[in-house]
């Protein structure tokens, strides 16, 4: 069960955001700020607390607070983001975090970490190797992560931003997939459900308790999540998705 959650505010220069997606557009600022309440609402309605961040002009990614902090049951890893824009957004968060956990660790350089590149299976964490997690960053949260009693092991990946760019963990096994993660070998045994190229976007899911939070306007991914058992809500995410950012990215959840 997760009982909280935190938020940051975007930014007004979030339209200077990165992205790999420029013929979507620009985000516009007041409809994201309208989609990001909508989201605060959605994940109150799962029951959880959200502390909601102020913006901060100078990181127009920050709303993507996923990738600042991995946060486990037993402690709480800030992390080193691998975007260079991206780098100091982590500042802010140690002292949020201090409210909720008393044991708080750091990547620390030459190790760079994104929260979106780690996927949660119980005590077991998936560390993807992307453009933004290098290898001194996973093995320094898998080093972690056995101090506290708990495993990580890395994913090798080639395509995607994010680990979780096509890859959520919905419990009771059941794992979205999609793109180079559809067929490898690590998640086999999983019970998979694959999401098809043209939804690719919806791999990026999030299992608040007892509700999976879905992007709306993808249709056959909520009808496949449906037909496991799970109850959907669905969120419009159009302006963050012109930033490759997904429902997970949006917070973090303990
Ligand atoms: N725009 C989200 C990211 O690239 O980190």
């Known amino acids: 069960m997760f009982t909280q959650t935190i938020v940051r505010t ?3 220069t979030l339209a200077e955001g990165i992205t790999s997606a420029p013929d979507l557009g620009k985000p516009d600022y007041e409809k994201a700020l309208v989609q990001h309440n909508a989201y605060i609402d959605t994940l109150k309605a799962c029951g959880v607390a959200v502390e909601v961040l102020a913006a901060d002009e100078r990181y127009p990614d920050a709303c993507f607070v996923e990738d600042v902090a991995v946060c486990t049951p037993a402690f ?6 691998g975007a260079p824009t991206r780098m100091g957004e982590e500042e802010v968060i140690t002292g949020v975090l201090k409210k909720y956990y008393n044991a708080i660790e750091h990547i ?7 929260g979106g590149d780690v996927m949660m299976v119980g005590h077991h964490y998936y560390i993807g190797l992307s453009e933004r997690t290098n290898r001194a960053g996973a093995d320094q949260l898998i080093a972690a992560l056995v101090k506290y009693g708990m495993t990580g092991s890395v994913v090798e990946m080639n395509e995607m931003l994010h680990l979780k760019t096509g890859l959520a963990y919905l419990e009771d096994n059941i794992l979205l997939v999609a793109g180079e993660f559809t067929d490898k070998a690590e998640f086999k045994d999983f019970r998979r459900i694959e999401i098809p190229e043209a939804e690719g976007y919806a791999a990026n899911c999030i299992r608040v308790n007892d509700h999976v939070i879905v992007p709306e306007g993808y249709p056959e991914t909520r009808a496949k999540i449906e037909a496991a058992g799970l109850n959907v809500l669905t969120c419009d ?3 963050f998705k012109k930033l490759d950012g997904g429902l997970s990215c949006l917070s973090l959840r303990f």
């Open 10 to 12: 975007p930014s007004r």
């Open 237 to 239: 995410t159009s302006e």
């Open 76 to 81: 709480a890893m800030v992390t080193s983001p």
């Open 108 to 114: 620390q350089a030459p190790g760079t970490l994104e």
